[in-house]
C-alpha cells in the first residue's frame, strides 16, 4: 500500500504556526530550528542524548549543531524535503522534554540553578 504523501508547509506558514505553538522555535533555509543553551558540555550532552531518545522512539530524525554551551536542533522531513506535520510534531515533544523542570512545591526539588557546578540548562 503506497504511504500518502505529506503536506510540506512553506515557511511563512510554517513560521506563523511556530508563533502560535512553539515560539522559541524558528524557520529558516526549510528548517525548523531551536538553539538550546547550556551552562556546559555536561548539559550539551544531556540535550542531545534527549532529543536523540525522542528522535529515535518517533523514528524522524533531526540534524544537530553540538558546541560546548549550546545545541542547535533542526527538523525537516528528508523523505518530503520539506517542513510536515511530522517536524513540528517532534519539536513540541522536544521543547516539552528540554524544558521540563519540577512543579514548584513538588516532592521533586529540581536542579540547583544557583551553583554552576549542577546548572545545566538556561532555561528561557
Known sequence: ???E???VYGEEEAAAR???ELPHWTVR???LRRKYKTSSWKGTLMVVN???HLAEAAWHHPDMTVS???VEVRLMT???KGITDKDFELA???EEVVQWRPAAGGALEGTPQGDLRFAYIKYD
Open 1 to 3: 500500500m503506497a504511504e
Open 5 to 7: 504523501a505529506a503536506r
Open 18 to 20: 511556530l508563533k502560535a
Open 29 to 31: 533555509d526549510g528548517w
Open 50 to 52: 534527549a532529543v536523540g
Open 68 to 70: 560546548y554551551a549550546w
Open 78 to 80: 528528508h523523505t518530503a
Open 92 to 94: 513540541r515533544k522536544i
